[in-house]
Nanobody, 125 residues
């Protein structure tokens, strides 16, 4: 099973950008569908984005697809989340997750096998 460690969170002004990274170690990274979720204070965790094992297919929360981009580098065993034009409502703890299954409704619900510890993103107005 892979182990996941997120990084790249921090404090940014509205309109700014951040790139989150999720480094994987352990078993074959390319055998996992990877995703990002977030949990804002007082709210449920929600799906943000996912990328297929091959990297050919990406999936996004509809309201974020114009500002967020997910990508993966199977040489570096890392998945990224590029976040542009950030808004205060993007403030949340962002979690990286992995599943050995293809992206489906269960993945969107957050039924994943492995999670990282999370990285905090704070967007100031």
């Amino acid at each position: 099973q892979v182990r996941l460690v997120e990084s790249g969170g921090g404090l940014v002004q509205a309109g700014g950008s951040l790139r989150l990274s999720c480094a994987a170690s352990g078993r074959t990274f390319s055998a996992y569908t990877m995703g990002w979720f977030r949990q804002a204070p007082g709210k449920e965790r929600e799906f943000v984005a996912a990328i297929s094992m091959s990297g050919d297919n990406t999936f996004y929360k509809d309201s974020l697809k114009d500002r967020f981009t997910i990508s993966r580098d199977d040489v570096k065993n890392t998945v990224y989340l590029q976040m542009d034009r950030l808004k205060p409502e993007d403030t949340a703890v962002y979690y990286c997750g992995a599943s050995s299954s293809d992206y489906d409704f269960d993945f969107w619900l957050g039924h994943l096998e492995v999670w990282g510890q999370g990285t905090l993103v704070t967007v100031s107005s």
